[in-house]
């Protein structure tokens, strides 16, 4: 099985570019950024304050999360409710980014990451998958983005779904997140030491995308 590695900060184009990739090569798509936010969701759903590790990992006991793929996408349940959409808020991200740093979590759900890559060819997309997840990965590429322009294709992104958001907050919720993702003491965020860096603040979705498919072809050929 061929896997490939691709980790960036939030809001780089990771997921979008993965799963357009994905469709060209014919390979699996697993968007791991989305199990913890499951988990970041399971929190608030429960009141419980995220950055209280006890509490977390008392609730791990309790959740059950899934992948499954429908028509080509990937759902993500949580105790068998699909929260594909529900997951994609702001405050579910900060969630998110909150929980990843408790070891018990990153455990909890890294055999669940890793069996997708026995069975398929798979692209997987997060913040430690080159460097912790995926360590023999073919290919690992590490996707980023000034702050500023995630930041504005954020915001963009929250208007064409007719949601408005304060630009100078979506920035510095994503400085904050980048700082809580690079700085943690598990699996922190940073270019694996094989990995290919690739910048997308000046080139557009679709050259992103060519280049991307590009490494991946020239490396595992």
């Known amino acids: ?83 594909s959409g529900e997951i994609r808020t702001e405050t579910v991200s900060m969630a998110a980014s909150t929980v990843s740093a408790i070891p018990e979590v990153r455990e909890f759900l890294l055999a669940l990451q890793r069996d997708f890559a026995l069975t398929d060819n798979v692209i997987m997309d997060g913040r430690d998958i080159g460097t912790v997840v995926l360590p023999n990965a073919q290919v690992k590429i590490f996707l980023t983005a000034s702050p500023e322009v995630r930041a504005r294709r954020r915001v963009e992104q929250l208007a064409e779904k007719g949601e408005s958001a304060d630009y100078e907050t979506v920035l510095a919720d994503i400085v904050k997140r980048d700082h809580n993702d690079s700085s943690r003491e598990i699996a922190p965020l940073k270019p694996a030491d094989s990995a290919f860096i690739v910048d997308t603040s000046d080139i557009t979705l679709e050259e992103s995308v060519k280049k991307i498919a590009d490494i991946i072809k020239e490396n595992i050929e």
């Open 1 to 83: 099985m061929i896997a490939v590695a691709i980790d960036g900060p939030a809001g780089a184009g990771k997921s979008t570019i993965a799963k357009k990739v994905s469709a060209e090569l014919g390979f699996i798509y697993v968007d791991t950024g989305a199990i913890y936010r499951a988990v970041g969701l399971a929190c608030i759903k429960k009141g419980i304050d995220e950055g209280d590790s006890r509490a977390v990992k008392k609730l791990l006991e309790d959740i059950d999360i899934r992948i499954i793929f429908f028509n080509g996408e990937q759902h993500i349940l949580l105790n068998d409710e699909d929260v």
